[in-house]
DNA sequence: CTAAGTGTACTAACGCATTTAATACACATC
DNA sequence: GATGTGTATTAAATGCGTTAGTACACTTAG
């Protein structure tokens, strides 16, 4: 089940899209899997169709999905959108640390902070669980 | 002088929050050194007084600037202003790792990406001063 | 064929944050 | 006293996000 947060400052759209893409990205919605309907999919998540609808024409129109009119929504089979979801995180990421290098912090700095979330251990590993994709 | 972006998704007195904090990590800004008045800032930046002044009420909040009547507003003292700030940033970029890491992107992904914006240079050097110059 | 379910499109209205506008007041400085 | 500060208040306008309701074309199951 999708939790949306309907107070956040990011629209509910736009948290539709990141809960997508973050599914794909874990495996749990793989090519051609269909979507629920834009009507039963903002039933379940107590919103308006068109809200929902707004996000699939989003991912859509990035590629993410492709929809089909009197069948459904269902995720691209194109074999680079795990590739295109990867880099938008990348950006994201790489946002936030332009904006902190620019005031001024080290290197060292932001390297520590990407060891708070991932852990310190020395070893390369990803640490998650779907590594034997490779 | 300050460069704001009015299409942005981002209000234009959190802009002005993050460049002002932005001065402050960069030095260009230094303890009780006074900040534009209201009415010229705004004037200065083609902007509303109350939006100044929005974003000087959350700076003061913060305990980034403080502010007197009748005299003026002023980089805060508080030794720990650059701490605080830097905190933010940190935060910023933790934020956006957590996401990366939900959506299953790897530690040393994330560190590429680091590297990407810092240099690859294997010194641990934090790149901060005079050293972009060269 | 009919009915139900699908994506899609459109208009209207509402809520809310942001921004602008215009005053007003108290204070400090000269 | 004049000027320039911060601060507060009210009002209006604007835009975005969201909801609501309706409608149409299409696909599928029966």
Not at 33 to 41: I, T
Not at 86 to 91: C, G, R, S
Request: proline share 4%; aromatic share 6%; glycine share 6%.
């Amino acid at each position: 089940m999708i939790r949306l947060d309907l107070q956040s400052r990011l629209p509910i759209y736009e948290q539709l899209k990141n809960k997508i893409g973050e599914l794909v990205l874990l495996g749990e919605l793989k090519p051609d899997d269909q979507l629920p309907s834009v009507r039963n999919f903002a039933r379940e998540l107590g919103i308006n169709p068109n809200t929902v609808q707004k996000a699939y024409q989003d991912l859509e129109r990035d590629k993410i999905i492709y929809s089909v009119a009197g069948r459904g929504s269902y995720i691209s089979p194109d074999i680079d959108v795990t590739k295109q979801l990867h880099e938008q995180q990348i950006q994201k990421v790489k946002s936030a640390v332009m904006q902190a290098k620019a005031c001024n912090l080290s290197k060292d700095q932001i390297i520590d902070a990407v060891y708070d979330v991932y852990g310190r251990d020395t070893s390369h590993d990803s640490g998650n669980g779907t590594y034997e994709k490779i």
